[in-house]
């Protein structure tokens, strides 16, 4: 099948700042950039929609107050959470499962779910393949200037989605019985796509030079839609300049600060900073700050290897600091002769 996406004059664009773009091109949100939308007592920061993404993805930012919960529902494609903030507790058929900052679940696609907020303040990230949630603001939110969930809520996010417009955007209100123990504990990730969460620091673990890479979620978990990579370490440098012909590179930095090129724009993200990277974006990332936390999510997902030759497995929750500075120079070669990795040019300048 034809990519739908044109790399080559993606390669041409200037990256947007603080702005949607519309149409398929880089841009970085900082944090709270986006459009607004109050969904009942639900804030939804929408950071990408399908229109911004040639049909590959939506984001958006969930800031809800603490006993907010919602009912079982299903939603078309599959949805990824990573929580910012506060308590989350994810409710599935097959168990239940309190999240808290740096935690994530894998929802696949139409898998009854119900969310529920424990703390006074939680946020969360929701990214999925579908654009459902976009649909569920347009239709039945109300645009707002804030960047905060309202203290005088019309009604809840619950009641809201009852209303008959959350059909229309393919939401479904389903009778479910929640199984109120834990998620059965495994080792690793799922085999399949199955629902599951991943604690912070959890996942299958790699590590290279003062840097932790883990996978929360896996090609394999998400119907081969993309896969999610969770990156803490030190202070790094920039790696070579490059492009992909495939994939699509977004980065959420969630600590720290994050060095990056964007066809020839360099852009630092803070915390809560967004990068979207399309497939023909020639690109580069450094960590810039101490202890910088970075999510990354890539797809489609023919890009996952690409960690596995850059690192060695781990079990360790963080990295080491110090020792010898060293680039996988040989695991980059292999990407580069196996990968959808096409480099350009050394990288931009050390940080
Ligand atoms: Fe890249």
Known sequence: MAPAFDWESVQQMSALIDDLPGHLAPYALTSGGGLHTDLGDWHATT?????????EFSLQRIDLPGGSASPFMTVPGHTFIHVLEGELTIRFETGTQRLIGGDSASIPERTPFA????AALNSFYLYTTDDWLQRLAERAGTPTASHVFTRRPARTFSALLAAELADAAGVHLVEADADGRPLP????????????????????????????????????????????????????PYIPLHFHREHSENFLCLAGRVGLYANGTEIVLGPGDFLH????????????????????????????????YMNTPTEAIVHEEGGQPHFPAEGFARAQAELDLVVVGPPPHTA
């Open 115 to 118: 969310l529920a907020a424990g």
């Open 277 to 308: 990277a399309p497939a023909g974006t020639i690109h580069s990332f450094s960590l810039r700050g101490n202890n910088t936390h970075m999510l990354g999510l890539l797809t489609p997902p023919v890009f996952e290897p690409f960690f596995e």
């Open 185 to 236: 504990p495994r080792a690793g990730l799922p085999g399949g796509a199955e629902p599951f969460a991943t604690k912070a620091g959890g996942g299958d673990r790699y590590e290279t030079y003062q840097q932790i890479n883990a996978y929360p979620v896996r090609a394999r978990n998400t119907g081969g839609r993309f896969f999610a990579m969770d990156t803490r370490g030190a202070k790094a």
């Open 47 to 55: 950071m990408a929609r399908h229109c911004d993404t040639a049909g």
